[in-house]
Every structure is written in structure tokens, then in C-alpha cells.
């Protein structure tokens, strides 16, 4: 039994996506529907090389954004290969990733934890909920967008974002441009 | 004085003076009872109970002021259970909740506290834990939630029934489908209305499809937490794959904006794709699932620091009587599929396991056998599934046929971590949603959490209980 599962995984192709710098149609298929995913807002001027450091703040999600991150680490998207990591340290991060709407309680935290955060860093609004507070907009004790309490680098729509979302939208953040731009030029 | 009023009937059981009595009904209630909702609606406060025996959904209201009417923490339900604090927020007025509530600490040479949250670990929920720690052991545990807060209840109140289905889908993310379902087969409930056998073997196979990758999350997170990352690679590979699957078959990969009071809002790809590949895939992935999950049993690091770890004691189960996987790892007969059948799950020959070791390795073990019988289920009912039929179903259409003023429905289903509730009242004429409870197995389970932890664990062992349990902190604060 054992042998048998290890023969066929040296004949398996890799799980994992070239997605965004290769052609993948699954996961392309499961892109945001129109061009309007990823929306880049005040690109620093200075770009970083990449080891990247990702610190995920939850500020009233549903948990569906959440799971869409740790399968990042999973072996279909895999993106230590683009070197990025989570982090639980604040301090070590340089990439903040904010989800879920932003209720009145975490506003505070979120602007402490960006404080926290040395430079250079980026912002990269989560989904729906972070960008505008999406169905909770009106709620009770709900800021609103995420922009509105500290500055954004770039916002990635959906509810939740597919998981390739994220990432062309974590490289973009970090390179200033559109990953998928290169594969349309090779 | 406070009056006990069985509703819809307007059947009044009790109505004292004499708070003895009122102690007397509550015990009876409780003792064969499980409590899965206590809200307020306006100025009355309702309890939902639901007999574990019969599966018969009984609905209390309790009108008047409550000073001297005994908590219901006193007769079985966890002293700070959600209920309590719901009504706290809702209808202060009609709160146990007194204003000299002192917290409770722990004090001694030696004692200290390691505040952790509400930012914390890698991708994680927003939470404040406050452990209690002497030199490594955990001796006391507090959870502070409500940091997240989105007001779902309120914001469901006077909008149009249909829209409510999105609302409920975004309690939590890993359940949406259950919430949505739930609350569908509340209004449905309300509204009289039937659906036929297509709709809800289509729904089953949603509902079990999202069972699947949820369980297979929480496993992942369980095998990484005791530094296994092969298994949580596997694991985490195989929710991706039914995550892909749901969207080839469903075009949401959490099966969101799908489902319709009364039908199913039926997607274009449902039709594009091969429904027998799906039941080859699902096969593999059992396979494969079975492998993992062998390679896990006889792995002796895994399971050395599984067992006996965040052991709920005796007490608490009784006193929170926790749903789902965590119940039926401590002994609880509780699965929704089985107690209270709801679409066409008697028809299957589910056999839901039942550990009584209430360790971490009961649940982890409850949990790998409900994903095997999730996925038998799937490979079975896709066999018969003919998505065709589905076409040329509509959902709710006009009005409504019931001229009334209000209506009251529940939906009642078996979440992938528990027992979840929908209570509505709606409009008829207008279609509008009055009012919404919902009591979700998050904000019930949570509470069996700080005494599993302080119960002779060490801070080694605070990632691993965390991740046996991996309740969500969305729908708690909900
Ligand atoms: S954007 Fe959607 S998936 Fe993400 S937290 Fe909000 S509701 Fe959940």
C-alpha cells in the first residue's frame, strides 16, 4: 500500500498552481467575475524584495476570508515559493491583511497593530466586508471601509476572494504591478 | 410576577405569585429539555426547548419583569451561556445579569497572567484569551468575545425575505450553507411552504458537502498544531478540492447565493459538468482520506499528545450540554440528522460515532469518522442525482397565501460543528422579516472551552485544545 501511493505520487504532477505567472484555468475560473478585482490604491514609491512577512488582522469577519488564507499555505497555491509567510508578530510583519468589516471595537487595535508595523509596509484590504462593510455597511457599531482608519495599499474584492485573487492581489501589493501582466507577455 | 405562556395557543401553563412554583416548571423544563434559544422580542422573552428524546421543538414565551424568577444557569445551562447574554443586550430590562457581578480571579505567589488576543497566532479570529498560568500549567481560562460584532439579528429585521438568505450565509463562513438552509427552512416553515424530493437531496448534498471540508479545515489545523505538516498538506489539498468541486457544481465555493426560499436559484454550471466524474473524484478522495487517517492513527507523536488533552470535566458537559462533534465525543446522543430528521436524511442509514472520552483524540476521532461518512453519503446520493429536474424550479413567487398578520417558523439542522436554530417571524402580506433569532453551536460551545483548558494542561497543550475544538468566534459574537 505504501509503495503504491509513493509510485504514483513520483508519476503525479505537482498540486501546485503556476497561477499567477502561468496559465491555470481552474484557478483562473474562479477569479473574481470582472476585472475589477484588485484595486490599487496609493502605491508606495518604494518597492521591497521579497520575504515577506504577512500579519491577518480579523476585524469582524465571517471566517470565510480566513479560510481562503490558510489555504494559501496549502499545497494548491503554496506561496512560500513567492516568499511569503504568516507571522504572528506585528512587529515582524510587513504586510497587513485586514478582513471582515470594521466594528468599532477593533478600530483601535487595527491602528495600533499599523503602528506597531516598521517600514516599509503595505495594507491590502480583504473582501467584500473590509473594503466597504459589504451587507453590513448600515450595521450597528460598523465604521465602514477600512481606508477610512488607515491607509490602504491595494483592496481585493469578493466575498471571499478566490484564493488566486489573493495572491496576484499579495504580489501586486509587493511588486507595484499585475502579476498576470508577465504571463500575457511570455 | 412573571408568567410562563405557551405560545401560538396562547396555552397559559403557569401564572403565580408563588416563585417556588415558577423554580418547579423551569427544573421540569430543563431536566428533559434542551434549551437552544432564549432571546427577547420586544418586551417577552422566549425560550425555544427541544426535547432530545422526542425532537419535539417546544416554544416558551415568558412575559414580565424577572427579578426573583430563578436563571436558567441555575437549572442546567452554563451560567454566562449566549441565551443570557443576548437578553442582556437585547432587553436589559428582563436580565439576570446583576450589577455586582465581580470577576472572578485567581490569586496566589506564583500566579500569572498571559493576556493572548484579540490579535493572535497566524490567521486567527479575533478573540482575548486570558490565561492563568502557574509556571506551565493553565489554572483558569477567560474568554473575552465580542469584538466582532456585527449585529446580524438587527440588520435582518424589516428586510424582504429573500434577501434575508445572504445575510444568514455570512454569520460564518465555513458553515454558510447551514445558516442559509436553516434559516430557508425557517421561512419555508412560516410560510407553509413544500419543497419537493429534488431540492432537497440537492440541498443534502450541499450540506454534506460542506460537512466535508469544514471537518477536513479542522483536521488540518489539528495535525499542524501537533507539528504535522504532511497530513495537514493532504488535508488542506483535499478541502481545496471539494472547495473546486463545489464551484464546477454549484458556482460559489461556499455554496453561497444557491439556495432560494421554497427552491434552488439554480447556476448555469450545474449542467456543464459530468455528475458521475464527481462521484469517481469524491471516491478518490475517501481513499486517500482513509490512508491519511491510518497514517495518523499509528503515529504514536500524534497521538501522545492527543490523548487526555483539554479533557471537558463531567460537570460542564452537563451543565453546557455542548452539540456536534464536541457532544458526541463527550457521550452526547445529538445529531440533528438523526433526533429531529429533516429533509431527506431518514432515508440514509447514518450511524452518527460516539466517543465518551471527551479528550482532544475523542473529538479529533469523531470528527475523522463524520468526514468518512459525509463523503459515503455523497458518493451514495449522487449515484440518483439528476441536477435536470432542477431547471424548471422557482422559488418563492407574489404572496403568500396565509392572510395574517405574523407567522413564526423554525428550521432546525445539524451544522458542521452542531446543532443550529433559526427562529423567524415574518410578515406574510409584505413578506418582510419581523424578527430573527438564530442560536448557532458556536455560541453554546464555547463555553466548555475554559474548563477543558484548565483542566490539568499545560501552555504546550493551548494550540492543540484550541484546534480540537476550532469553533468560530464569528458565530458566537454573531
Ligand atoms: S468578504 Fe465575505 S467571506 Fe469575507 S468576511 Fe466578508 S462576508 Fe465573509
Known sequence: MYYWHWLRNIGRRSYTTGFPTQKDLTVEKMLHDDDSGIQPGAMPARYIRRAMAIRQLDSGSCQGCESELTLLSGPDYDFTRYGFSFTPSPKHADILVVTGVITEAMAPIIREVYEQMTDPKRVVALGACAISGGLFKTAPGVIGSLSGIIPVTLSIEGCPPSPGDIIRGLLWAVDGHDPCLVQEAT | ?478
Not at chain 2, 507539528?227 to 458556482?251: A, D
Not at chain 2, 436524511?345 to 468518512?372: C, H, M, N, Q, W
Not at chain 2, 453519503?377 to 422559488?395: F, K, M, Q
Request: charged content about 20%; some cysteine.
Open chain 2, 1 to 478: 410576577m412573571a408568567t410562563l405562556v405557551r405560545t401560538q395557543r396562547s396555552y397559559i401553563v403557569e401564572q403565580t405569585d408563588n416563585p417556588n412554583h415558577w423554580q418547579e416548571q423551569l427544573v421540569v423544563l430543563s431536566q428533559d429539555h434542551d434549551v437552544v434559544l432564549l432571546t427577547g422580542h420586544r418586551d417577552q422573552l422566549i425560550a425555544l426547548l427541544l426535547s432530545p428524546q422526542t425532537g419535539i421543538l417546544r416554544e416558551w414565551q415568558l412575559t414580565g419583569n424577572l427579578s426573583g424568577v430563578p436563571r436558567p444557569s441555575d437549572f442546567g445551562v452554563g451560567s454566562s451561556l449566549a441565551a443570557e447574554r443576548i437578553l442582556n443586550d437585547t432587553v436589559p430590562s428582563l436580565s439576570w445579569n446583576s450589577e455586582e457581578h465581580v470577576e472572578r480571579r485567581v490569586h496566589g505567589k506564583g500566579v500569572f497572567l498571559y493576556p493572548l488576543g484579540p490579535v493572535r497566532a497566524d490567521v486567527a479570529e479575533s478573540l482575548m484569551y486570558r490565561l492563568q498560568v502557574m509556571g506551565d500549567e493553565i489554572i483558569r481560562l477567560e474568554l473575552l468575545n465580542g469584538f466582532k460584532k456585527r449585529h446580524i439579528r438587527e440588520m435582518a429585521q424589516g428586510k424582504a425575505v429573500t434577501d434575508g438568505i445572504a445575510l444568514a450565509q455570512r454569520v460564518t463562513g465555513t458553515s454558510a450553507f447551514a445558516h442559509g438552509l436553516a434559516y430557508c427552512l425557517a421561512v419555508e416553515n412560516a410560510l407553509k411552504i413544500d419543497v419537493n424530493a429534488e431540492v432537497m437531496l440537492t440541498r443534502m448534498i450541499m450540506a454534506e458537502l460542506e460537512r466535508s471540508y469544514s471537518h477536513l479545515g479542522d483536521l488540518a489545523a489539528l495535525s499542524v498544531s501537533t507539528g504535522l505538516p504532511v497530513p495537514q498538506m493532504e488535508y488542506l489539498h483535499h478541502k481545496e478540492s471539494i472547495l473546486r468541486l463545489n464551484f464546477r457544481l454549484f458556482g460559489h465555493r461556499y455554496l453561497r447565493d444557491v439556495l432560494a426560499i421554497g427552491g434552488m436559484r439554480v447556476p448555469n454550471s450545474l449542467f456543464q459538468d459530468n455528475v458521475a466524474m464527481v462521484g469517481r473524484e469524491i471516491v478518490e478522495i475517501l481513499d486517500d482520506i482513509h490512508r491519511i487517517q491510518d497514517g495518523l492513527e499509528n503515529t504514536t507523536s500524534f497521538l501522545d499528545r492527543l490523548h487526555g488533552a483539554g479533557t471537558i470535566p463531567k460537570a460542564t458537559i452537563e451543565f453546557v450540554r455542548p452539540v456536534g462533534p464536541t457532544g458526541r465525543s463527550s457521550g452526547r446522543v445529538c445529531d440533528m440528522r438523526i433526533i429531529r430528521p429533516y429533509l431527506r436524511y431518514p432515508e440514509t442509514d447514518l450511524a452518527p460515532p460516539l466517543e465518551s472520552g471527551a479528550d482532544s483524540y475523542a473529538r479529533f476521532s469523531v470528527k475523522a469518522i463524520e468526514l468518512k461518512h459525509s463523503l459515503g453519503i455523497l458518493r451514495r446520493l449522487i449515484g440518483g442525482w439528476n441536477p435536470g429536474v432542477l431547471r424548471s424550479l422557482a422559488g418563492l413567487e407574489g404572496k403568500s397565501e396565509i392572510d395574517d398578520d405574523v407567522a413564526v417558523g423554525v428550521g432546525i439542522v445539524e451544522a458542521p460543528r452542531g446543532l443550529l436554530v433559526y427562529r423567524v417571524m415574518v410578515n406574510p402580506r409584505s413578506l418582510t422579516i419581523d424578527h430573527l433569532d438564530m442560536a448557532t453551536p458556536s455560541a453554546r460551545n464555547w463555553y466548555v472551552v475554559p474548563p477543558a483548558m484548565a483542566n490539568k494542561n499545560i501552555m504546550q497543550d493551548f494550540p492543540i485544545i484550541e484546534a480540537s475544538f476550532n469553533y468560530t468566534v464569528a458565530g458566537w459574537d454573531g
